[in-house]
């Protein structure tokens, strides 16, 4: 099964539940060689699930020493397919290691 790193909207359970129609299962983790930044939100659906007119989004730094905490949910490649629908262009869907161990698809700036 795959999974889905979330440090954002993704990890609130009514976003999930609006998305998924049900709460993922996940467990907390931190992905490496990233920094958070914030992104404007325009698209009205997005705005209307999450609520929020800004979410964080993640800039690749190369360095592995960087890390952002967050989630990582185990989703079905059905559960991929409705996550592209919702993140908005600025965000492009990459795989990326885990402090874990684990590789993770995440979305990170375009």
């Known amino acids: 099964m795959p999974l889905l790193f979330s440090y954002g909207t993704l990890r609130d359970p ?3 539940r609006a998305n998924f129609g049900r709460e993922l299962a996940g467990r907390d983790d ?3 060689g990233f920094r958070l930044d914030q992104v404007e939100i325009t698209d009205p659906h997005v705005l209307a699930v999450s609520g929020r007119t800004h979410h964080p989004i993640l800039i690749a730094t190369g360095d592995p020493a960087d890390a952002v905490a967050g989630s ?5 490649e059905d559960d991929l397919l ?10 492009q869907r990459v795989e990326a290691p885990l402090a874990s161990g ?5 979305y990170v700036a375009r």
Request: glycine share 0%; no cysteine; aromatic share 12%.
């Open 30 to 32: 931190r992905i490496l």
């Open 72 to 76: 990582a949910l185990q989703v079905t």
């Open 82 to 91: 409705r996550a592209d629908e919702y993140e908005v262009d600025d965000y």
């Open 14 to 16: 009514a976003v999930q």
């Open 102 to 106: 684990e590789k993770a698809w995440v």
